[in-house]
C-alpha cells in the first residue's frame, strides 16, 4: 500500500524549545570558514597540535587488545580506569579525590546541560561572571533560571559581590583560569574567599576549568576544588589538551551530586562513548600530556604574544585589551560609542572577523566589547588582521 500525498506535519514546538536560540558565534563561524577571511572569531584549539599518530596508534592498540570491551556499552558514569587517573591527577594541595567522585561526559558542554537539569528550576537564582562563557549561558538557559550577574574586574570575579548578590542562589558558575571570554584570572586569594562565602551562603559554586593547563609561565594556580571538594563542581575538558572532536570531558564533585548527575546522563545518552575513554587513558596513562601540553603552551604563547604587539601597534588610544597569562582569549574594550556589531560588519567586509561581547553578558550587554582568538592564526597574519580592525576603529573616532 502507497497513501497517496500524506500531509506535512505542522510542528508544535515545546515552550521550551520556542526559547532556544541557535549561537551567535556558530553563526559567525560559517561565515569565517572562508579560506580567505582571517578569522579571530573561532574558539577551537589549533589544529596543528592534535596529536594524530599518537590517536591512531592509540585506537589501534585498544580495539586490538580490547574490542570487544570497546565497542561494548558501558557504565553510565565512565570508564573506570579513567576516572581512577582523573581523581589522581586531582588529588593535589591535600585534596583527595576519589574516582567514585568523578563523572565522564561527552564533552564539558554536556556537564553543564546536566548541572542545568539537575540543579535549576525555573526561576532559579544562577550567579554568573560579567561576561561569561556563551555556551554555559546557553546551557542553563534551556532551564529558564534568573541569571544574576556578578561583577569581575582584572583579577576576575569580584568576591564581594558573591557576598550581596548570592543568598539564594543555585549555583554559581566561574571560570577561574584564562576566563572565556576575557582571557582573564582569577586571583588566589579571591579563589580563597570565593570558596569561602559559597559555602557559608551554601551555593555550590561550579569551576570550570577547560584552559587551566594552558599558562604560559609558570605551575597552574592552585584549584578550587581543593579547598572544598565537599562545595565545589569541577568541570575538566580533553577538549584543549588533546583534541575536541573526541567529546570527552568529566565533572567532579560530591556523590550525592554525581549519582544524579548519573541518573540525568542515563536519560541523555546513556554513556559516554567507551571506545574514546578507552583510547584517551591509553593515550595519557604514561604521563604523555606532561610533554604535550607544553607544546600547546608554546605556541599559544607565541601567538598571543604576536597579537598583544598587534594591538599595541595599530590600536588607537581609547581602546582597552586584557593581557593573558594562558588560554586562547583576548578581550577588548572600545571607545563607548562603537559598536562591536558594527565593527564586525565592516571586518567582514574586508576579510576579518571576530566576536562581538554581546552574546556573552547574561544581562544588560556592553556592546564596545569584543572577543580575540589568537590560537589558529599565524603571527604575520595576526598582525595583518589587527592592523585592519585598528584601520577600522581609528575612522571610527
Ligand atoms: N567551558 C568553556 C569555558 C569552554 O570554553 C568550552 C569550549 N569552548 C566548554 C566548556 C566546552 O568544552 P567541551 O569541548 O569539553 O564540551
Not at 567532579?252 to 548519573?262: D, H, Q, S
Request: glycine fraction near 8%.
Amino acid at each position: 500500500m502507497k497513501l497517496e500525498n500524506p500531509s506535512p506535519i505542522e510542528w508544535k514546538f515545546s515552550h521550551r524549545a520556542e526559547q532556544l536560540q541557535s549561537s551567535a558565534i556558530r553563526e559567525i563561524l560559517k561565515i569565517t570558514m572562508r579560506p580567505e577571511v582571517i578569522s579571530f572569531a573561532g574558539g577551537l584549539p589549533s589544529p596543528e597540535t592534535f596529536p594524530v599518530d599518537r590517536m591512531r596508534a592509540a585506537f589501534d592498540s585498544v580495539l586490538t587488545r580490547s574490542g570487544k570491551v570497546a565497542l561494548q556499552y558501558g557504565p553510565t558514569d565512565g570508564y573506570a580506569p579513567l576516572r581512577e587517573f582523573i581523581a589522581e591527577s586531582l588529588s593535589t594541595d591535600g585534596a583527595k579525590i576519589l574516582p567514585d567522585q568523578v563523572m565522564m561526559v561527552s564533552g564539558s558542554q554536556q556537564g553543564l546541560d546536566l548541572l542545568g537539569k539537575v540543579l535549576i528550576d525555573e526561576g532559579s537564582k544562577v550567579l554568573v561572571e560579567t561576561p561569561s562563557y556563551l555556551g554555559a549561558l546557553q546551557a542553563f538557559s534551556v532551564y529558564q533560571p534568573k541569571f544574576e550577574s556578578v561583577e569581575m574586574d582584572d583579577h576576575g570575579l569580584v568576591p564581594s559581590s558573591v557576598a550581596a548578590k548570592g543568598a539564594g542562589a543555585r549555583l554559581l558558575y566561574a571560570l577561574p583560569n584564562f576566563q572565556n571570554p576575557t582571557g582573564r584570572t582569577l586571583s588566589v586569594e579571591r579563589r580563597y574567599e570565593l570558596v569561602d562565602i559559597c559555602a557559608r551562603l551554601g551555593i555550590p559554586l561550579v569551576e570550570d576549568n577547560p584552559y587551566g593547563d594552558l599558562c604560559y609561565t609558570g605551575e597552574p594556580l592552585p584549584k578550587m576544588l581543593t579547598m572544598n571538594p565537599g562545595g565545589v563542581i569541577y568541570m575538566g575538558s580533553f577538549s584543549k589538551v588533546l583534541t575536541p572532536g573526541i567529546r570527552l570531558g568529566y565533572v567532579v564533585g560530591p556523590t550525592t551530586l554525581i549519582r544524579k548527575l548519573e541518573q540525568a546522563k542515563q536519560a541523555t545518552d546513556l554513556h559516554t562513548s567507551q571506545l574514546t575513554q578507552m583510547v584517551v587513558h591509553e593515550v595519557i596513562k604514561d604521563g604523555f600530556l606532561n610533554e604535550h601540553i607544553p607544546t600547546i603552551r608554546d605556541l599559544y604563547s607565541k601567538q598571543c604574544a604576536a597579537m598583544l604587539e598587534a594591538l599595541g601597534k595599530y590600536f588607537p588610544e581609547g581602546v582597552t585589551w586584557t593581557r593573558p597569562e594562558g588560554g586562547m582569549f583576548i578581550w577588548v574594550t572600545l571607545p563607548k560609542h562603537i559598536d562591536a556589531n558594527q565593527l564586525l560588519a565592516q571586518a567582514i567586509e574586508q576579510n576579518v572577523a571576530f566576536v562581538p561581547g554581546g552574546p556573552f553578558y547574561a544581562n544588560e550587554a556592553e556592546t564596545n566589547t569584543l572577543r580575540l582568538s589568537f590560537v589558529t592564526v599565524p603571527p604575520a597574519k595576526i598582525n595583518e588582521g589587527v592592523e585592519k580592525l585598528g584601520k577600522l576603529i581609528k575612522a571610527k573616532l
